[in-house]
């Protein structure tokens, strides 16, 4: 056990980012995220000796991740405030305190990234947080290589909206 | 290149996505137009606060050591989904022994007091001639063949016990879930 938990530790170190930004792409900035993730682990664990190599490993942690936290969504009826109820935090002025504004606006791209898409709010965690080259995302999310890009950049495109109309709405 | 045909270009150029020829388009445009301008700063900005969104991956090592227990827990799981189906089981077992018991206790009482049943609703209340007379000529063979009355009453006391046995263990279970 102690051996196969090292070499479990060791290929779960290549492949945590990408778990945790799927988790994180599904369950968005909830309490549940790291339950879920030890949950996939666990699954990971469990079924690594049938895995058969059908799917590429990051395919397969991908599915089991989304899986996961879809389930999660359903039966723990995690806060579902509709995106259209989603009230964006007031920018702050420009000022000295720098860290505060940068956490605010951290704050607010977090929020609206619940606004998007899941294929692009989860191609970007994939990007971003899971520090994954497109040619990655697409292989783990199982889709071409141009709708990765199209998913980031029209992503983007949105979150870059959606941040300015809560500029406004503020003004 | 138009305003908005930049636009559509600028968070490709912003992550470095642009082939060269493009990429001199947007810069030459932002240099002239106030607006594009405004609007590539905003994207840098995003893709700053974006890029810092791997610093809120935890550590690995934080979900390593609860995999064995997770596991067992898995392991767990699985004996109380054994142990609430034993449960259910239990409940159909028990309710239809409890049925069973009641109507055996209904129709012994009814036997032995059908004479005051009869006189209390005005008529007959024996299921049939033959069968009263099964049952009669079986006890009578009983007690012809047991020499002793008390032999059969312990018998019949002991069948008793029994049936009021089981019907308290099928009544503690039901209760007890």
């Known amino acids: 056990m102690q051996g196969n938990q090292k070499a479990f530790g060791e290929l779960l170190s290549r492949y945590h980012s990408t778990a945790y930004a799927v988790v994180r792409g599904v369950l968005g900035d909830s309490d549940d995220v790291e339950d879920v993730v030890q949950l996939v682990y666990v699954k990971i664990y469990k079924g690594l000796a049938s895995f058969r190599g059908d799917a590429r490993l990051s395919t397969w942690i991908y599915r089991i991740a989304r899986n996961e936290s879809i389930n999660a969504v359903k039966k723990r009826r995690l806060d579902t405030t509709p995106v259209e109820d989603v009230v964006l935090a007031a920018p702050s002025a420009a000022g000295p305190e720098a860290g505060l504004a940068q956490r605010e606006l951290s704050e607010q791209v977090e929020t609206a990234l619940e606004r998007l898409d899941e294929g692009q709010r989860m191609a970007i965690e994939l990007r971003y947080m899971g520090e994954r080259s497109y040619e990655e995302i697409a292989e783990t999310m199982g889709i071409p290589l141009g709708t990765v890009k199209t998913y980031i950049h029209r992503g983007k495109a949105q979150l870059k909206k959606v941040l300015e109309s809560a500029a406004l709405k503020d003004r | 290149?138009?305003?908005?045909?930049?636009?559509?270009?600028?968070?490709?150029?912003?992550?470095?996505?642009?082939?060269?020829?493009?990429?001199?388009?947007?810069?030459?445009?932002?240099?002239?137009?106030?607006?594009?301008?405004?609007?590539?700063?905003?994207?840098?900005?995003?893709?700053?606060?974006?890029?810092?969104?791997?610093?809120?991956?935890?550590?690995?090592?934080?979900?390593?050591?609860?995999?064995?227990?997770?596991?067992?827990?898995?392991?767990?799981?699985?004996?109380?989904?054994?142990?609430?189906?034993?449960?259910?089981?239990?409940?159909?077992?028990?309710?239809?022994?409890?049925?069973?018991?009641?109507?055996?206790?209904?129709?012994?009482?009814?036997?032995?007091?059908?004479?005051?049943?009869?006189?209390?609703?005005?008529?007959?209340?024996?299921?049939?001639?033959?069968?009263?007379?099964?049952?009669?000529?079986?006890?009578?063979?009983?007690?012809?063949?047991m020499s002793d009355i008390w032999i059969l009453g312990g018998v019949c006391a002991g069948i008793s016990i029994v049936v009021l046995l089981s019907t308290g263990v099928a009544t503690a279970r039901l209760l007890r879930h």
């Open chain 2, 1 to 145: 290149m138009n305003c908005q045909q930049i636009e559509t270009l600028l968070a490709a150029f912003v992550a470095g996505d642009l082939v060269q020829a493009e990429a001199s388009q947007v810069r030459s445009h932002v240099v002239t137009c106030d607006g594009c301008r405004e609007s590539l700063a905003a994207y840098e900005k995003l893709e700053a606060t974006l890029s810092m969104r791997q610093s809120f991956v935890p550590p690995v090592d934080r979900f390593i050591p609860n995999i064995a227990s997770g596991v067992t827990q898995t392991v767990a799981n699985g004996v109380v989904a054994y142990a609430r189906a034993r449960k259910w089981l239990d409940r159909l077992v028990s309710m239809p022994a409890l049925v069973t018991t009641g109507f055996m206790m209904s129709g012994l009482a009814t036997y032995f007091y059908r004479d005051k049943i009869a006189e209390a609703i005005g008529r007959d209340v024996s299921i049939s001639t033959s069968l009263t007379q099964s049952l009669e000529s079986i006890m009578a063979t009983w007690t012809n063949t």
